[in-house]
Structure formats: structure tokens, C-alpha cells
């Protein structure tokens, strides 16, 4: 019986317009309405997440920038697994030496030395994705983001890095090159303490260690009294495993990545065809047939 559900949000819950639907937002309600608990799972930072869930209008609690801070419902930070400082030099120094452009999330605001390459990243996503990048669309939402100071435009991350008060969560490194990421990926590999996954084919997400969405998922699973073989998980790739991987029902999107499918126990339609509607929607049809097939049974029982 699915008591809790977690859901990835961009290539899952969102469109690639980074959208939720009617039918899923629709889907979403009824499962809460039947009393299942709603997770948002994302690699994305809670200011950049709550804008558009709230969208929903509904609390639920967030694991962010995949697991590296978790909210209850009230969006209260419940814990955060920062990167000290000798594993942001170890780190700065592999993407340095394979000269990979890459973003810091701390836990004010995202960090970029080039608001044009982070435009070019967007559009090299759509691409990949088989879809035409809306770029006019893109600088809209680039410079909305400037404006509300959730990510800031800087020569360099020194400033970043010495500040006493500011906890850097995340590092979000892309390239074109296949080979530079994976010989990125191997020295990261090597340092230790490290969570080095993937949200796209293009790009690293790097965390603390303790920063995975499934440790995340667990905390706020056992805080609800509720066991993960009653949690149902969504989502599209790599930096979503972990929490597939300890859920009783997994479930891949059609646009995940092969590794993602691999290891989902089913999966559904694309971010584009209402995936995420349809795979609670199922969930939702067992519960209501479950229900049925026991309703019987326990009346004549109390006979």
C-alpha cells in the first residue's frame, strides 16, 4: 500500500518547460486527498524548487539539491550536509585541471562565473532532450532568476569559499566533452566523502556524501512512522538511484536515462505524456482495488 510518494521534478514532474500539467497536478491532489504523503525529490535548490511547486498549493516537504538540505512541510529546515573546506579546494582543483565550467549552490543563492554559459547549458539540455530550445524563453528565465537574487553572476568563487556564514551545498559542473566528465568523475571518485551523480548526460552533481535523495527519503520516511516498502519513487536519472533503489515501488519515466530504467521495478509515459499523472493514477487504481478485494473480507470477519 503507497503511503508516501517522492517525485524527481525536472524530467519528471516537470514539462520541459518546466511546467506541471492539469492531469498531474489533478493526480498529485487525490493522492493526498486519499491521506499518501507527497516528497518533492530534487537536485534543485528549495528558492528555486517552492516557486513552482507552490504552484500546487498544497505543503509538502522537500529533499533539495539531492539531499544536501531537507524541509518539512512547513518548509523548516530539518538538515543540511554542507562541503567543507578541503573538499571544495580537492574539488575546484579536478574541474579546474580538466577546465569544466561548473556552478556553486550555496544555501543562499547559485553561483556562476558566466550567466551566457549557463544560457548555452539550458539550451544544450533541450537539445539533448530532442527538443527545440527556446532560447528568447531561456534569457527570460535566466534574467527572472538575477532579479531575485537566487543566482548571481561573479568573477570567481574566493569570495564564496572564505565567507564563514554561507554553506556551499552543491557543485554543478557541465561539458560537452564525454571524456572530461568522466575523467572529472574518477578523480572525484578518488577523493572520498564525496556524492558524484548526474542529472543529465552533459553534467556532474557533486554533494556531501550524506547528500543523497534516498538517505533524505529514509529520514523523512522514518520522521512519518512510515516504511519505505510503502514509498513509491519517481524520477529520470542517476542522482535519482539512490532513492529508487530503497523504495518498495520504483518507478523510471520513459525519458529516463537507461541506468535509471535498469534498476526501476516499471516504468511509465515521458515527462511530456503525463508520465507522472499516469504512474499515480496506477497507484492510486491498485489501492482502490486492494481496498475492495479486503472490504469484504473484513466484514465478514467482524460477523
Do not use: W
Amino acid at each position: 500500500m503507497v503511503k508516501l510518494i517522492a517525485l524527481d521534478m525536472d524530467g519528471t514532474l516537470l514539462t520541459p518547460d518546466h511546467d506541471i500539467t492539469g492531469r498531474t497536478r489533478e493526480a498529485i491532489q487525490k493522492a493526498m486527498d486519499k491521506g499518501v504523503q507527497v516528497v518533492i525529490a530534487t537536485g534543485r535548490a528549495f528558492y528555486e524548487a517552492h516557486g513552482i511547486v507552490s504552484k500546487l498549493d498544497m505543503k509538502v516537504p522537500y529533499i533539495c539539491l539531492n539531499g544536501a538540505e531537507v524541509r518539512n512541510e512547513s518548509s523548516e529546515i530539518l538538515s543540511t550536509s554542507a562541503l567543507n573546506s578541503e573538499l571544495i579546494d580537492e574539488v575546484s582543483d579536478v574541474f579546474k585541471a580538466e577546465g569544466i565550467f561548473y556552478q556553486i549552490y550555496t544555501d543562499r543563492a547559485i553561483y556562476t562565473t558566466s550567466i551566457e554559459r549557463d544560457i548555452q547549458v539550458f539550451i544544450d539540455l533541450s537539445e539533448q532532450m530532442g527538443q527545440q530550445a527556446n532560447e528568447t524563453r531561456i534569457r527570460k528565465f535566466m534574467e527572472e532568476r538575477l532579479e531575485r537574487g537566487t543566482l548571481v553572476e561573479v568573477d570567481d568563487y574566493k569570495a564564496i569559499f572564505e565567507r564563514g556564514d554561507e554553506n556551499v551545498l552543491k557543485f554543478l559542473a557541465t561539458s560537452e566533452s564525454k571524456a572530461k566528465l568522466v575523467r572529472a568523475k574518477n578523480g572525484l571518485n578518488e577523493i572520498g566523502n564525496l556524492a558524484v551523480s548526474s542529472s543529465s548526460a552533459g553534467n556532474i552533481e557533486l554533494t556531501h556524501e550524506n547528500a543523497q535523495k534516498g538517505i533524505a527519503l529514509e529520514h523523512i520516511a522514518d520522521v512519518m512512522e512510515i516504511n519505505m516498502k510503502d514509498v513509491m519513487t519517481v524520477g529520470d536519472n542517476l542522482n535519482d538511484i539512490s532513492m529508487l533503489k530503497r523504495s518498495g515501488l520504483s518507478v523510471a519515466m520513459g525519458n529516463a536515462a537507461s541506468e535509471v530504467k535498469a534498476i526501476a521495478d516499471k516504468v511509465t509515459e515521458t515527462n511530456m505524456e503525463d508520465g507522472v499523472a499516469i504512474a499515480i493514477e496506477e497507484a492510486l487504481a491498485e489501492m482502490e482495488r486492494k481496498e475492495a478485494a479486503a472490504g469484504p473480507a473484513s466484514a465478514e470477519s467482524e460477523n
